[in-house]
């Protein structure tokens, strides 16, 4: 978000104006604060060390919950909490059991149908959807590498079951995929996205009606959002005044289907380079994260 700077007034002028404000503030009528209900919880098995714990990363139209929670040796494991309260844990079979490796739910339809992507033991991304009837299939996207680091990951599925993500190739160029519910894949690049590494194009959400929303990073390490229409035309997208320097840009948020439904997209601009969660020199989603 853009913040405007705005020069101090001297002291004098805030002494005139504090009577003034004062008798505004006791003039305003007080409207009273909605009542919210805040439940904490933590998923059983997660760690209570640094960066260890349970992270939710989507919630549906019902109420559930899903996400991921790092236990005592920072392995991943995804679960999914139900409207009462129960949790349930659940791995992918071949994820890893290593220090940062495991099972990553990263979104659930009203169905309760849950996607992610799971890291094996040697670190190579690989999508998976898990159905209501805890059934879970594992994907990997045409073209995803297979060294660490590389591979697919599901990171959004709409109420009709088609799920988008992104993968990264044997160069760790970013792409975007969408997976319709019979299992057919289909890659996408962005018009501008670089092809070096840790560049590219990574889909972050798609609504009801298939139209998917993303970010990608050109040649220069300049951030754009985008929209790819049902008919795969890809329109880009970037906010008034965004920087166009490395690690800037417009970066968009499309998690929420209802928002993508009404074909509003929130985007955030960089102005100025910012720090970034590192995973590891070695892993380019680190630049993302």
């Given at each position: 978000m853009k913040r405007i700077?705005?020069?101090?007034?001297?002291?004098?002028?805030l002494n005139l104006l504090t009577p003034i404000l004062v008798a505004l503030t006791f003039?305003?009528?007080?409207?009273?604060?909605?009542?919210?209900?805040?439940?904490?919880?933590?998923?059983?098995?997660?760690?209570?060390?640094?960066?260890?714990g349970t992270l939710p990363y989507a919630i549906n139209t019902a109420g559930v919950i899903t996400g991921h929670y790092l236990d005592s040796g920072?392995?991943?494991?995804?679960?999914?909490?139900?409207?009462?309260g129960t949790i349930t844990a659940f791995k992918v079979r071949g994820a890893g059991t290593s220090h940062g490796q495991g099972t990553f739910?990263?979104?659930?339809?009203?169905?309760?149908?849950?996607?992610?992507?799971?890291?094996?033991?040697?670190?190579?991304?690989?999508?998976?959807?898990?159905?209501?009837?805890?059934?879970?299939?594992a994907f990997d996207a045409p073209g995803?590498?297979?060294s660490a680091f590389q591979g697919t990951e599901a990171l959004h599925i709409n109420t009709a079951g088609t799920l988008?993500?992104?993968?990264?190739?044997?160069?760790?160029v970013f792409h975007g995929f969408?997976?319709?519910?019979?299992?057919?894949?289909?890659?996408?690049?962005?018009?501008?996205?670089?092809?070096?590494?840790?560049?590219?194009?990574?889909?972050?959400?798609i609504n009801t009606a298939g139209v998917i929303a993303g970010e990608y990073r050109d040649s220069g390490g300049v951030h754009h959002g985008f929209v790819r229409a049902t008919n795969g035309t890809i329109t880009a997208i970037d906010a008034p005044g965004a920087g166009t320097g490395i690690h800037q840009g417009t970066i968009v948020s499309a998690e929420e289907e209802d928002?993508?439904?009404?074909?509003?997209?929130?985007?955030?601009?960089?102005?100025?380079?910012?720090?970034?969660?590192s995973w590891g020199r070695t892993n380019p989603r680190s630049l993302y994260e």
């Open positions: 700077s705005r020069q101090a007034k001297p002291l004098s002028q003039a305003l009528v007080v409207v009273p604060a909605v009542a919210q209900t805040i439940t904490t919880f933590d998923a059983p098995g997660a760690g209570t060390g640094f960066n260890q920072s392995v991943h494991h995804g679960f999914v909490r139900a409207t009462n739910a990263r979104d659930l339809n009203a169905a309760g149908v849950i996607v992610g992507y799971y890291d094996d033991s040697g670190s190579v991304h690989h999508g998976f959807v898990r159905a209501k009837n805890h059934a879970i299939t995803a590498g297979t988008v993500g992104t993968f990264l190739d044997s160069g760790s969408v997976r319709a519910t019979d299992g057919t894949i289909t890659t996408f690049d962005a018009p501008g996205a670089g092809t070096g590494y840790a560049q590219g194009t990574i889909a972050l959400g928002t993508l439904a009404s074909e509003e997209i929130e985007a955030s601009i960089l102005q100025r380079p910012v720090g970034r969660r």
